[in-house]
């Protein structure tokens, strides 16, 4: 072979059929040859699924479905068909700057990120798919986005519809600005299986029980579903509680102890079942961050402890304990789950509550997705996310107040954080307020959990109706 050939124009038959060339001097040379052996085996899987494509649509007439079988693109699975209007799929309006639909449910928010890459990737494809079909009668260029809509189909990909304004330049150096609608689709191609670290359910749950005065009446409940729910059933899993006393709380502990029915209904339950103990950790605080005192019980446990934190509204079970188990994983991925939070039962069921627990169902309540309070997660994680924090609270020391839990593993963690709904927990509806002393994002979110967990928005709407209606009378 020789040096300077030029492949491309390289015809011969013998060479295209050739399984080694000799001699290759160069690196260079062996990156051509590959380059061009590489194009050709291409074209031909190109060329044959131009092939497929063409007896999929001469044989779509006589499949089950029709000519459904062969929508656009051919060998694509067709469009999801919804069969009632709430599972129609949603399209997401967009600009080369700007997205209309934002995952905190702003009503717009800047085009940043993978999601900017993605649009400008989209409208390059498109342009160049359009002088593919139109070459060499118009050359397009200068595209400017118009419309741009998006929306996730599960059975076939990510779908596109754009309005683009192009420069269309004829033949005859004829030039004139046109708008055109283009369709495109990102199918789902490649299914990949990730790896995971291996883990079980024999795993001991650590759970930790934060109690302050304010939601201390709700701990005695709490402490008879676990003793229903776990110690009965021999749960591999310890229950610690955490006193959070403020400091005038602190000096009366000698005398009118705020705890003191919490620590006697323990006593009680341990007395109850000799194999289980429950510890407690008093702390007294006068700083409403959280982290602090997770510090404290962090130190307290082993590197390998698997961390479960709740709230006294929490109902624990077995289900959700080895859903904690699967889902937390040491050096890999922690878990925040989002609890069912039920409505009032006054707005939700005015006509009385029904005889048994109502199902999962959206007149029933919805899961809240404003509550990280629950959490689950191994110490060596934990300690490693607050060890990189560490020159940041340095410089700024607010940021322990600011910061919760999930903020922690979000920003400094570098681990997979797991947020997902769980039908096995679930939260009866409780009058609750808001910590004053909380930051201003946490205060927010907790505003928030607690009015959208009142009541759905047709049932404040009928109840809104209700009272106009009695106050004109």
Known sequence: MEKNVDLNGEESLDFKNALSVHPVSSSEQMYHLHRY????????????????????????????????????????????????????????????????????DSPKCQLNGADREDVADVIQVAVAELNKKYSPVLQLSAPRLVNGYRRFDPTRGMEYTLDLQLQAMTES???QAIEHRVHLVRPLSQVEIIPMP?????????????????????????????????????????????????????????????????????????RR???VKIPWISVKTENPGFLRVLDIVSRK???????????????????????????????WQVFFPVHFQDFDPHVAFPDGPPQAAPDLVREAGHFDRYAFEEACFYNADYMAARTRMTADTQENEELLENLDVYDVFVQYSGLHVFRAVDPALRQTYRNRTCDPQLSE???????????????????????MFEQEQGNST
């Not at 779509?60 to 699975?77: E, Y």
């Not at 102890?257 to 009680?268: G, L, M, P, W, Y």
């Open 198 to 270: 291996y883990v079980t359910e024999a795993t001991r749950v650590h759970v930790v029980l934060p109690l302050t005065s304010r939601n201390r009446p709700v701990a005695l409940p709490f402490l008879d579903l676990c003793a229903s729910n776990l110690f009965e059933l021999g749960e591999n899993a310890v229950l610690t509680f955490l006193f959070l006393y403020e400091p005038a709380e602190a000096q009366k502990v000698g005398t009118t102890d705020i705890f003191a029915e919490v620590k006697a209904k323990v006593a009680a339950v341990e």
């Open 273 to 275: 079942y000799p194999n």
């Open 301 to 331: 446990h082993p590197v390998d402890t698997l961390f479960l934190l709740a709230t006294a509204d929490t109902v624990l079970n077995s289900e959700f304990l080895n859903r904690c188990r699967m889902n937390a994983i040491s050096g």
């Open 441 to 463: 994002d946490m205060f927010h979110r907790c505003l928030q959990s607690i009015h959208e967990g009142i009541g759905s928005r047709s049932q404040l709407a009928m109840l």
């Open 37 to 104: 052996f590489t194009e050709r085996e291409l074209q031909k899987t190109y060329e044959e699924i131009k092939k497929l494509q063409a007896e999929i649509k001469n044989i779509s007439h006589v499949a089950v479905d029709g000519n459904r079988s062969s929508v656009w693109p051919v060998g694509i699975p067709p469009p999801f068909q919804p069969k009632s209007r709430f599972e129609v799929l949603r399209w997401d309006y967009f600009t080369e700057e700007q997205l209309f639909s934002c995952a905190d």
């Open 173 to 175: 150096g004829y030039g």
